[in-house]
Every structure is written in C-alpha cells, then in structure tokens.
C-alpha cells in the first residue's frame, strides 16, 4: 500500500511515496527510509499522534492506514554510531551536526529523477450550469473526466443534481518530463440517445502544486456560465524506483 513520509530536522525536509506491504514491519520501514537518506537517524515516528516505537510490530498492526502520512524526526549520523537521546514527552529535537557537504542535494534529486504522485480527491461540485428540462424543474446528470497526459479517469454519474459530490480519489504518476504538463478535470452531463454536455472545465499546472502539500479549494469552471469544482490535490515525490516500476506498469496495462 502506498503511504507518505514527510522528514523533520538534521537538514533534511520534503515529503516521499513509499509501497508498503501491510506485513512489514516498523524496522522494514525505517530501512527503507535509510534506504533513501543514508546517514539519517530516525529519532521518532509518529501517525495520527501516535508514536511507532515497536520496532517489531507489523504496519496492519501500528493501524497504518493506506495513504496516511509518517512524521519522521530526524538527526545525521555524526559518524560515532551514537543516537542522541529524544525525551518521550518532548517534540523538540536535540542540536544535531549537519550531513556531509551535497548529501541532501544528492538524495533530492535522485528524488526528483522518478518523478512525482498525484493523488487527486475529487470531492465536489456546486452551481453547475442545468443542461436538462424536466416537468417542473432544472438539472443535470453531471460526471467529471479527469486527464493528466496520457492518463484519464471517470467519476461515477450523480443523476439529477447541480452540486454533485463524489469524494472519489485518484492518482496519476508524473514523469519528470510531465512536470511542466496540466491536470485537466472536465465536467460533463450524461444523456441518452445524444452527445453529453460539457459542463466547463478547469486545467491546473502540475508545477502550481508544491511537492510535499496539499491544495484543497475550489475552481472555477472555464466556458460556462457558473459552476466549481472542489479538489484536494497532494502532489508527493517518488523516491523509489521500484514503485515508480509499478505505476508504470499499472499505466501501461490501462492502454495509456
């Protein structure tokens, strides 16, 4: 399953996209953050403000949840092999010695060379424009379609209303070449036995989002009348190979 580690102190910060199964263990997953940082000392993680200090217990578990994000403090290794100590009752992290010159710049942009996840919540709608006449009222049909590259996805269809809510999620992988390309989200109105109308749109740069956060608002709906669209967008960076391969694999097997 795919979760979020974001880094607190000893000069590293961002957020990475680690795959987890839920059978590894908490030892597992601060190997695989050293994996990504070598010579960091993990002094505290922490999940929804609980702290995952055994070390031996699985993620199911540490009750991780798919896509829940880790805080990681962090230290460097000063070379002694000795982690300071960090009080149980304390979030302050004690002074640490910086990294040896280039190594954050070093590990960020292998970060960057795998691109990025798009994980897009598309949550709701409001005031769209009524494509459809009934007996004694107005509506729509509504359903969005949303495409970044090659990729697309559907929502499901919210019959007869003009504040649609899906709360549905997606996610997109975004090759660094795809960095300077746009997330599109169209909204449509089915119908039967016709073409659907288009119920505006919005296009939103994959630059504007910055990696490690999310974005929740509203936009406004291009080429029509009235209308927005409400998305919650968490742009993260893959620092892994192996999961990059998997997203690669997935598109590919969708024909994109």
């Known amino acids: 399953m795919l979760i ?5 102190g000893g000069g590293l910060s961002g957020t990475h996209a680690l795959e987890l199964a839920n059978t590894d263990t908490i030892l597992d997953l601060k190997k695989k ?3 990504l940082h070598p010579g960091i000392l993990i002094k505290r993680l922490l999940v929804g403000g609980r702290q995952l200090s055994n070390e031996s ?5 540490s009750q991780v949840q798919k896509e ?3 805080q990681c403090f962090a230290g460097k290794d000063d070379g002694s092999g000795v982690q300071a100590p ?12 910086d990294g040896p010159p280039g190594l954050l710049r070093q590990n960020t942009l292998q970060a960057v060379s795998y691109g990025d996840i798009f994980v897009v919540r598309l949550i709701e709608a409001r005031n769209l424009v009524p494509m459809d006449e009934y007996d004694d009222f107005q509506s729509s049909d509504p359903y969005a379609i949303l495409a970044l590259g090659s990729q697309q996805a559907r929502s499901a269809v919210i019959e007869k209303s003009l504040d649609p809510r899906w709360d549905e999620l997606f996610g997109f992988y975004v090759s660094p070449e795809e960095s300077d390309s746009n997330l599109s989200v169209i ?3 089915q119908d039967f036995g016709k073409a659907d ?3 505006g749109f919005v296009d939103i740069k994959v630059s504007s ?14 080429d029509v009348a009235h209308g927005e669209v409400h998305l919650s967008i968490k742009r993260a960076a893959l620092s892994s190979p192996q999961l990059r391969d998997v997203l690669l694999k997935v598109r590919c097997s969708l024909g994109h």
């Open 209 to 222: 989002i910055p990696r490690g956060e999310t974005v929740d608002r509203y936009y406004k709906l291009q």
């Open 187 to 189: 909204c449509w109105d």
């Open 4 to 8: 979020f580690i974001k880094i607190f």
């Open 86 to 97: 960090v009080p149980a009752d304390s979030d302050e992290l004690p002074p640490v010695q």
């Open 68 to 70: 829940s994000t880790i």
């Open 197 to 199: 109308d288009p119920e």
């Open 57 to 61: 217990a699985t993620i199911e578990e």
């Open 33 to 35: 953050i050293v994996a």
